[in-house]
């Protein structure tokens, strides 16, 4: 079956920056999955940061401020998210997911409800 694993949470301090991946098995067609990021701080709901399509267009939240950039390899199997001027309320258990892309994905692409697939997850600890 497909697999995510994600890669990249750490520790950092305030103003540093990460780069999480994640690493799409068991699935021949890779290119064609719309693939978004999430985030759940301990105890609160998950919500989407960052997603991109099979055209490689990228939507985010305007309240990360232009802090985050997600790109994907379909050579490598990969998606990224980039993260710069991290802050402690960016701390939470960060996860990608995957969805069947339909002609109005974007729609809600930020939307936990679109996500068929999702990846276990990374922790991102940001300190002050």
């Known amino acids: 079956q497909v697999q995510l694993v994600e890669s990249g949470g750490d520790s950092v301090q305030a103003g540093g920056s990460l780069r999480l991946s994640c690493v799409v098995s068991?699935?021949?067609?890779?290119?064609?999955?719309?693939m978004a990021w999430f985030r759940q701080p301990r105890g609160k709901e998950r919500e989407g940061v960052a997603a991109?399509?099979?055209?490689?267009?990228?939507f985010y939240p305007d309240s990360l401020e232009g802090r985050f950039t997600v790109s994907r390899d379909s050579g490598k199997n990969t998606l990224y998210l980039q993260m710069n001027k991290l802050i402690p309320d960016d701390t939470a258990k960060y996860s990608c997911?995957?969805?069947?892309?339909?002609?109005?994905?974007?729609?809600?692409?930020?939307?936990?409800?679109?996500?068929?697939?999702w990846g276990q997850g990374t922790q991102v600890t940001v300190s002050s």
């Open positions: 997911a995957a969805a069947t892309c339909t002609p109005r994905w974007w729609q809600s692409s930020l939307s936990p409800s679109t996500a068929e697939i």
């Open positions: 068991g699935h021949t067609h890779t290119a064609e999955l719309c």
């Open positions: 991109i399509d099979r055209a490689h267009r990228a």
